[in-house]
Every structure is written in structure tokens, then in C-alpha cells.
């Protein structure tokens, strides 16, 4: 139980163009999805926090208008980065918690390469 | 202020010997402290977790971590590691009340010699 997956795995997109990335809780409802940015060989950074229903939270220093977040259902956060650019290039890994726990569960990661 | 400390970027040991992973924590509150394994292009994998109860932790892959508060360390343990077991942990610590965030430490390389 409590699998998240993520999709695509591996996205190449040009410079300037916006790319997708889903998040889905396959067998729970996640009350909460949480957004993490990982750069090699370092740790995991939070980038936001969003509750579905609710506009995402995000961290100090993370854009908000580069980096939307949606969480329109109990399964499902997608993030969207906007005119990406090189240096977005990067691991995100996605995250739920359900409703009344307290353990998140993690995703499979997505690698996305901007060139 | 919730933080994580782990000690050594990178570890490295013989197989069979005792694995050894450090990870020291501050809370304010009563913390939930997790260790999670990464493997290259991967996600991350639970190994153990400390919620409340039993300090010592027993997790998969014959893990195990003891929560000592009065040291704030929740060091992770293996007797004899195995060539599988490269790869990078990283232990986190619950942050702040009611955020259901978790804090990373900036994890450790384990290397495995044979």
C-alpha cells in the first residue's frame, strides 16, 4: 500500500517551454502532496506544500509564478515549470501524506533536462 | 528550529562489516526521525522510522537505528553490510508542528568495498 507515482519519469523540453509534471497517490487519498527539488549529489529541498483544495505553500526563495502547483484532487498534484530554462534542470521528487497520518510517501522522481 | 547533522558525506566500508551512519537532530517538540535510502535516478525508500515508543528501530534490509534523546541522535546500524547496500541515506526529522514537513540532513554516500 501507500504508492505515489510520478509522471513522466524523464522529460527533455526546449528552453522557454513549460513542462508537466503529474503526482498521484495510487491506493490513498493524499490530504497533503509536498514538492521537492533535488540537484546531484545533494540533499532534497522542499519547494512547496499543497493541500488539496488549497492554494500550494511554498518555501522562501521558490518562484511562485515559475513554479504552479495544482492539487485538484485527493490523488493528483501536478507541477508545472514555466519558460524553462538550464538551470531548472533537475531531479523532483513528489511526496503524500494521508489524510490523518503523519508519514509521507514518496514518488519515483522525475529527471527533467532543459536545453 | 527543526534541524538534521549528518556526520560524513561519504562513508566507506569492507563488505561484511558493520555499517555506521550518523545523523544528530534538534527539535522543539518530541520529533519523528526517519532514515531513507536513494539509489541513483531514484526516489527514496524508507528504511525505518521513530514515531513514539521503542528506541530501537528495526527496519528493512536488516537496518536498525536507536533514538537517544538524550544525545539527539538517531544513528543508523548494520551488522555486515552487502555490496547492495550503496548508495546514498538520508535521515530526516518531522518539522514543525501541525506541517507534516520533514527536514533532510544532507545525506551519506555509502560505499561498499569488496
Known amino acids: 500500500g501507500a504508492v505515489v507515482s510520478q509522471h513522466p519519469s524523464r522529460v527533455i523540453c526546449k528552453s522557454g517551454t513549460s513542462v508537466k509534471i503529474e503526482c498521484r497517490s495510487l491506493?490513498?487519498?493524499?490530504?497533503?502532496m509536498f514538492w521537492y527539488r533535488q540537484f546531484p549529489k545533494q540533499s532534497l529541498m522542499l519547494m512547496a506544500t499543497s493541500n488539496e483544495g488549497s492554494k500550494a505553500t511554498y518555501e522562501q526563495g521558490v518562484e511562485k509564478d515559475k513554479f504552479l502547483i495544482n492539487h485538484a484532487s485527493l490523488t493528483l498534484s501536478t507541477l508545472t515549470v514555466t519558460s524553462a530554462h538550464p538551470e531548472d534542470s533537475s531531479f523532483y521528487i513528489c511526496s503524500a501524506r494521508a489524510s490523518g497520518g503523519n508519514e509521507q510517501y514518496f514518488g519515483p522522481g522525475t529527471r527533467l533536462t532543459v536545453t | 528550529a527543526q534541524s538534521v547533522t549528518q556526520l560524513g558525506s561519504h562513508v566507506s566500508v569492507s563488505e561484511g562489516a558493520l555499517v555506521l551512519l550518523r545523523c544528530n537532530y534538534s527539535s522543539s517538540v518530541p520529533p519523528y526521525l526517519f532514515w531513507y535510502v536513494q539509489y541513483p535516478n531514484q526516489g527514496l525508500q524508507l528504511l525505518l522510522k521513530y514515531t513514539t515508543g521503542a528506541t530501537l528501530v528495526k527496519g528493512i534490509n536488516g537496518f536498525e537505528a536507536e533514538f537517544k534523546k538524550s544525545e539527539t541522535s538517531f544513528h543508523l546500524t548494520k551488522p555486515s553490510a552487502h555490496m547492495s547496500d550503496a548508495a546514498e541515506y538520508f535521515c530526516a526529522v518531522s518539522g514543525p508542528s501541525g506541517t507534516y514537513k520533514y527536514i533532510f540532513g544532507t545525506g551519506t554516500r555509502l560505499k561498499v568495498l569488496a
Open positions: 491506493d490513498f487519498q493524499a490530504t497533503t
